[in-house]
């Protein structure tokens, strides 16, 4: 047996025995549990001591990180090695946010200096945009911007903006990413073409849904403006040329590398349009505090790194402890798409069945992630959360002081992530339901049908971070946070979380059945979707 193998197989020992013991009891024994679960990095507060690992059940975990190579892995991802190897490329988002005179290189090829002029152009670009040096077709400034993409093109621009923008900014920010021709109706109506930039982001500039939005945008604007409605549109793309053949002037045209995959794109010219609507120094903020992170996580003895132990308090429950379902709780409104941005990055990520190798992974892989913000989620999915039948650890996010005002309501919203955390973990006994009823005057027949509906098993594990403010610095730092714990899981997993093949074939599917639902003679389906196929043709 290997000694990954042996690591696996100690942990899940170790996940057996833990499902017999509470976590409320780990403190008990092991006095300087908090202390040593949790920590400060980049500005993040993380605190692990929730979860149901005991000291002996981490250092069994890091030795899984040891006999995994997650050091060796790490210097390779940041050295601009292969680490996206069925697609054979580097993955190197890192480079995107490294402070001026960094030296990254992707696959011996610099990056660096490259890097800092699309920087300094997205920047001048923004601040031409901001000042009205750079307006629309009959002279007016700009007041609003169309972000058109999908996936990793749309979810880390549209958390960076709910997250950081004013309540009454000077230039909106909208986004279009489905290609339901509601969500573009939506977010075009009451916008003056006059006054909007359409920024087309898309990586490979084909993506059907991104490209029929595009499309609209640009009727829309060309109706309004002719020919000049052109100089509204802005693209985004690793695919220039074809943005280009779009109709995207070319120095409209901002372009990021083969090497930044879509959903850790965000820190490249994917986040012109926040760069714009932000201002750039609020972007060159957030990359700066991704960059703080990368400092920790390349730095950081594994025993104290931050995204490694969220990866493998995340691993623990996964695997040693066989629960597939993760919550992501922000109790903070400006995180609701937090959820939303790790869905993709961690499930497109990590969601395989099969190792780097070709074989197939010997561990369940990629939880789902579902979740919404606090408090609004205690009245949806909480009662499952502490009652029902499966156990789901959690992630539970707040910032301690808020930029909008009211702190009584503040006050409430912490108060609130606090009591959930520990209502989950410590339960209500039984025993105490029944005490309480009795106190209560109910007779024992009765308190035998109500105590147990009224008991909390306890012993929901949670992860439980804590930022000072929501600046573009932690943000940053949170987003890169969970990048590197992403990137942990798939090297513990044996994954490439580069990739993602598990999307292409409903693609190539929905390319033939858009065909069949236009054209005169259906292809061959299975017999379910002919009947819908015939359903939608005859107008059924
Ligand atoms: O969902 C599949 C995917 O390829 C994602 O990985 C990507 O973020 C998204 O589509 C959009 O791709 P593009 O930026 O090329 O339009």
Not at 31 to 50: C, I, T, V
Not at 183 to 205: C, I, M, N
Not at 374 to 390: E, I, K, R
Request: net charge negative.
């Amino acid at each position: 047996m290997s000694d990954l193998d042996a690591a696996w197989r100690r942990l899940r020992a170790a996940g057996a025995a833990a499902a017999a013991r509470s976590i409320s009891g780990l403190f008990e024994a092991e006095p300087d549990r908090l202390d040593r679960l949790s920590l400060q990095a980049a500005g993040l507060y993380l605190d692990l001591s929730k979860q149901p690992w005991s000291a002996k059940d981490l250092a069994l975990a890091l030795d899984l990180a040891q006999a995994a190579g997650v050091e060796a892995a790490r210097e390779r991802l940041f050295a601009g090695e292969t680490a996206n190897p069925s697609e054979g490329r580097a993955a190197l988002h890192m480079a995107l946010r490294a402070p001026r005179g960094a030296d990254f290189a992707a696959q011996g090829e610099p990056v660096s200096r490259e890097v800092e002029a699309t920087r300094e152009a997205m920047a001048a670009f923004a601040r031409a945009i901001r000042s009205g040096e750079r307006a629309g077709a009959d002279g007016r400034r700009f007041k609003a911007i169309v972000h058109i993409g999908i996936g990793g093109s749309d979810f880390g621009p549209r958390l960076v903006w709910e997250a950081l923008r004013a309540p009454d900014p000077d230039i909106e920010l909208r986004f279009i990413a489905n290609v339901d021709p509601a969500d573009s109706a939506q977010a075009l109506s009451g916008l003056d073409p006059a006054e909007t930039l359409v920024v087309v982001v898309s990586k490979t500039f084909t993506t059907q849904e991104t490209m029929a939005n595009a499309l609209i945008a640009r009727d829309w604007l060309r109706n309004a403006l002719g020919t000049d409605g052109d100089a509204h549109l802005v693209a985004v793309s690793a695919a220039p040329d074809v943005a280009k053949g779009f109709g995207v002037r070319g120095d409209q045209i901002f372009g990021f590398r083969d090497w930044v995959g879509g959903r850790y794109s965000v820190w490249s010219s994917v986040g012109l349009s926040c760069a714009i609507a932000l201002g750039p120094d609020v972007f060159e903020a957030l990359l700066a505090g991704g960059a703080a992170m990368d400092d920790h996580f390349r730095l950081a003895p594994l025993a104290s790194n931050a995204p490694v132990l969220l990866a493998l308090a995340h691993v623990f429950n996964r695997n040693a402890m066989d629960r597939p379902v993760r919550a992501v709780v922000p109790y903070a409104q400006r995180l609701r798409l937090l959820p939303n941005f790790l869905q993709q990055l961690e499930m497109e990520s990590n969601g395989k069945r099969t190792r780097t190798d070709g074989r197939p992974v010997t561990q369940a892989t990629a939880a789902a992630v579902f979740g919404d913000a606090g408090t609004n989620v205690q009245h949806a999915f909480f009662q499952l959360m502490h009652q029902g039948s499966d156990v789901i650890p959690a992630d539970i996010l707040a910032v301690a002081q808020s930029a909008d005002g009211h702190p009584a309501s503040q006050t409430k919203l912490l108060a609130n992530a606090l009591a959930q955390a520990e209502a989950l973990m410590v339960g209500r006994s039984e025993a105490e339901v029944r005490r309480s009823l009795a106190k209560d005057g109910l007779s024992a027949g009765e308190i035998d049908i109500l105590a147990p509906q009224k008991t909390f098993p306890g012993d929901r594990p949670t992860s439980f971070l804590l930022m000072e403010a929501l600046t573009p610095e932690a943000l940053g730092a949170l987003i890169a946070l969970y990048e590197h714990k992403t990137f942990v899981e798939g090297v513990l997993w044996g994954i490439n979380s580069f990739d993602q093949w598990g999307v292409e074939l409903g693609k190539t599917l929905a390319g033939h059945i858009l065909k069949d639902l236009e054209g005169e003679a259906p292809g061959a389906h299975d017999p379910s979707t002919t009947a819908l196929i015939a359903r939608l043709r005859d107008g059924a």
